[in-house]
């Protein structure tokens, strides 16, 4: 079954740091998307990206964070100055987009650890 | 996007089949309900969806009501491995639009 890549699967930096998650999403998806989840804390929404360009974004997704697809394949996710309050899961997702049915798959997930 | 109620949590014997309620009674007639789940800290995985009629894949059973405004997923034989996180979502049709989730229901299976 086609899987959504997430590397690196833990990283720590510290605070201050230009930190990039990478995420190879499914090959034929064409809607790609960023989340994060703070220890215990729910799922949250940051950025969804399409035909390379963000189309939505939250209000979490302030000017320290960007993404980009440097080829075909894979997406990554960008936080310019890492803070303390970036450590959490992110997690990236896919999905063909097509209106009313559009499942997402998950990756794994990447461990941010900001000291 | 419609909001959602669900039970904080639920317990089930292992075996014994989980009903998981949710509310969605502000749904519009073109908004689908989705159900997620959450294993520990593992990345959401994708159950099940529905726009009006049941639903049913290898995973589980979808009910909706007639009227739409709430639903139910049913996990037939709970085993321990179903102990997670339960996500309904409600969500529009239009193509590419994000999920956003809750809180969920927190599910607990025990032999």
């Known amino acids: 079954e086609p899987e959504v890549t997430q590397t690196p699967s833990h990283q720590v930096t510290q605070m201050g740091q230009e930190v990039i998650l990478r995420c190879v999403p499914i090959?034929?998806?064409?809607?790609f998307y960023w989340y994060r989840q703070i220890l215990g804390q729910k799922v949250e929404f940051l950025v969804s990206?399409?035909?390379?360009?963000?189309?939505?974004k939250s209000e979490i997704f302030d000017d320290q964070f960007s993404v980009e697809r440097p080829d075909g394949s894979n997406f990554t996710l960008k936080i310019r100055s890492t803070k303390l309050e970036d450590s959490a899961m992110y997690f990236c997702?896919?999905?063909?987009?097509?209106?009313?049915?559009?499942?997402?798959?998950f990756g794994a997930g990447s461990r941010l650890t900001v000291l | 996007d419609a909001k959602t109620t669900q039970p904080t949590s639920m317990d089930c014997a292992e075996g014994r089949a989980a009903n998981l309620p949710c509310n969605h009674s502000?749904?519009?007639?073109?908004?689908?309900v989705y159900w997620y789940r959450q294993i520990h800290s593992q990345g959401p995985q994708y159950i099940i969806h529905?726009?009006?009629n049941n639903e049913t894949n290898e995973m589980a059973s979808l009910i909706i009501t007639e009227d739409r405004k709430s639903s139910t997923l049913i996990l037939p034989h709970a085993t321990l491995r179903d102990t997670a996180v339960y996500y309904c979502?409600?969500?529009?049709?239009?193509?590419?639009?994000?999920?956003?989730f809750g809180k969920g229901t927190t599910l607990s299976v025990s032999s």
């Open positions: 997702a896919s999905g063909t987009g097509m209106s009313g049915a559009n499942v997402l798959t």
């Open positions: 090959s034929n998806h064409l809607y």
């Open positions: 990206f399409y035909n390379n360009e963000i189309s939505e």
């Open positions: 502000t749904i519009s007639g073109n908004e689908y």
């Open positions: 529905g726009l009006k």
């Open positions: 979502i409600v969500r529009g049709n239009q193509a590419g639009t994000a999920l956003i």
